[in-house]
């Protein structure tokens, strides 16, 4: 199986950063992780959820949304497993959920996610 766990959530002022990580563990992940894309996503309030980056967790490639482009930056550290999203120059709207999310290279659904993290920027 594949557990994943966001953490580094919380309020800032516009302009504002934020870096948030997500620790993935489990059988699955600790024998087939690098054949793995991990992916960040971000649900406003009332609203659907959004892709923001993703990463090969071989660290081969990106991707990101136009949203994120120059602001966000998506890294994972193979020896601890984990995966990070620095957000910088933030704004009130992105304010939201942040999940993390795993799938296996070549699927089109993410299948594993966490139980996501609170960001809220102030105005």
């Known amino acids: 199986q594949v557990r994943l766990v966001e953490s580094g959530g919380g309020l800032v002022q516009t302009g504002g950063s934020l870096r948030l990580s997500c620790a993935a563990s489990g059988r699955t992940f600790y024998n087939y992780g690098s054949m793995y894309v991990m992916g960040w996503f971000h649900q406003a309030p009332g609203k659907e959820r959004e892709f923001v980056a993703a990463i090969l967790w071989s660290g081969h490639g990106t991707d990101y949304a136009d949203s994120a482009k120059g602001r966000f930056t998506i890294s994972r550290d193979a020896a601890r497993n984990t995966v990070f999203l620095q957000m910088n120059s933030l704004k009130p709207e992105d304010t939201g959920v942040y999940s993390c999310?795993?799938?296996?290279?070549?699927?089109?659904?993410?299948?594993?996610w966490g139980q996501g993290t609170q960001v809220t920027v102030s105005s």
């Open positions: 999310a795993a799938k296996p290279r070549g699927n089109t659904d993410y299948t594993n």
